[in-house]
């Protein structure tokens, strides 16, 4: 303390304040923190364990995998069975099905939903709330499936591309998400785009769609996964194999009901028996192959679109 002579006053030198101990900064909140963190890591072991395995049981010798010795690691390490799913000319063609399905699939989903979603966020729109109602309906009620089928047979696109892209061609969870995003986007811009002169196609396809890559990001890898893991559209509606999805090539497989094995065997030299064994692990990691190398590109849009079409304000 410094005394100063001015009226006796006593004023207190200057310094630093006391460090205030934040939240963040308390025992309590670190406890907190490393009680999420082992949580965290827990359950993604518990996550990717099937995962693991059954890469691991790819790998491994068909005896180690029925005697269930295999685990985290491969047990007796081939590639034999790799090579007899590769040389299955059936397999290639249900893959390149599936691509295909996935292809137009998405890219019908998305013009429809696009459009469909930004229509309906306008609230200018008469009738907007017959168009969400019908939507809507259709999320608690459908025909069923034998109506779906004499439907689809009656339109003659039984064993077709048609049965599987078209009936799932609109998610009513998808458009709700995208109509809302479209609600969020600020008006101003419309405006501004309606006194240049633009209508409302020029908007759609010159303002809105290059503003909501997040959200269209999101959505195709919304329904990229659901045509490419889609195997009961195919099963109710496709009877030859040549236009089966490599899903209900696998679905088969794991029901008995392919010759994968025996083909396999006669092409490497090896007994039916032991080659079905670990097969079904090569299939499964063939199959999911393509969705975990596509993720990883679309994963930071893949959060912030659906957080950007939950938040409204």
Not at 12 to 20: F, I, L, T, V, Y
Not at 163 to 172: E, F, K, N, T
Not at 233 to 238: E, G, K, P, S
Request: aromatic share 14%; hydrophobic share 50%.
């Amino acid at each position: 303390m410094v005394t100063t002579h001015d009226n006796d006053i006593i004023v207190p030198r200057a310094g630093r304040a006391p460090k205030s101990v934040g939240p963040r900064d308390s025992n309590a909140y670190k406890a907190f923190t490393v009680f999420n963190t082992v949580l965290l890591i827990v359950i993604c072991l518990i996550t990717l364990y099937p995962f693991i395995t059954v890469i691991a049981q790819s790998f491994s010798s068909p005896g180690a995998v029925k005697a269930g010795l295999v685990n985290f690691w491969p047990v007796g390490f081939n590639v034999d069975t790799y090579e007899a799913v590769a040389k299955n000319e059936m397999f290639w063609r249900n893959y390149r099905n599936t691509v295909v399905y996935t292809v137009v699939g998405t890219t019908i989903a998305m013009v429809l939903t696009t459009t469909y979603a930004f229509v309906i966020s306008k609230h200018h729109l008469r009738g907007r709330g017959i168009l969400i109602g019908l939507a809507v309906f259709t999320m608690f009620f459908n025909g069923g499936i034998i109506p779906n089928y004499v439907l689809i047979s009656n339109l003659g696109l039984k064993n077709t591309m048609w049965s599987v892209v078209l009936p799932g061609a609109i998610s009513v969870f998808n458009l709700l998400v995208m109509k809302s995003f479209f609600e969020n986007l600020p008006k101003e811009l419309e405006e501004a785009a309606q006194i240049d002169g633009l209508g409302w196609f020029g908007i759609f396809f010159r303002i809105v769609l290059p503003l909501s890559k997040a959200v269209l990001a999101t959505m195709i890898l919304f329904y990229a996964v659901q045509y490419w893991n889609d195997w009961f559209t195919a099963f109710l509606y496709i009877d030859q194999r040549e236009l089966f999805p490599v899903t209900l090539f696998l679905r088969n497989l794991i029901a008995g009901a392919s010759t994968t094995a025996s083909e396999g065997a006669a092409a490497t030299g090896m007994s039916t028996e032991a080659l079905s064994a670990n097969i079904e692990a090569v299939t499964m990691i063939l199959t999911i192959l393509p969705i975990l190398m596509v993720y990883p590109f679309v994963q930071r849009y893949f959060v912030s679109g659906v957080m950007l079409g939950s938040i409204k304000g």
